[in-house]
């Protein structure tokens, strides 16, 4: 009987950790039929992320697809940041790692909108992108 209750804890944790894989996958799939719609899409835990022309979309991933979904206009921003920790970062050499990653759009100097994601090469790649594109919109509207 003793050893019955040693494994109780185990078993618990096996049945714990098997339901949070059911629900990660359920995000996991969620996401993807939301994606479809657009060109380009991110997904982790904190965040998804998604381009569709000029129009940038976020929210927070649940089971029942993203929600408190935001979408803005590329045309709208002055300047994306890459943050790290809270600081900006030079986009061309990031940090190995960082607690808290984010890009930031800047709208006004008290306007902003701030997307985490859970891993800096990730961000970087998604903040060069999104620069490249911004610097290209803001050459074609000042010709």
Not at 37 to 64: C, H, M, S
Not at 129 to 136: A, H, M, S
Request: hydrophobic letters at 40%; charged letters at 25%; aromatic letters at 14%.
């Amino acid at each position: 009987m003793e050893r019955g209750l040693l494994w109780l804890p185990l078993l618990v944790a096996f049945f714990w950790l098997a339901w949070q894989g059911s629900q990660e996958f359920k995000k996991l799939e969620a996401y993807r039929i939301w994606a479809e719609q657009f060109e380009r899409a991110k997904y982790d835990i904190y965040a998804v992320l998604a381009q569709k022309g000029n129009d940038i979309t976020w929210g927070k991933p649940t089971t029942k697809g993203p929600i408190e979904l935001e979408t803005f206009s590329l045309l709208d921003v002055q300047e994306i940041r890459f943050l790290v920790n809270g600081n900006s970062v030079d986009i061309e050499n990031p940090p190995q790692k960082g607690r808290k990653i984010e890009l930031e759009f800047l709208f006004t100097a008290d306007k902003s909108i701030r997307v985490p994601f859970t891993e800096v090469p990730l961000a970087a790649k998604w903040g060069k992108f999104l620069q490249g594109t911004l610097k290209n919109l803001q050459s074609g509207n000042s010709d």
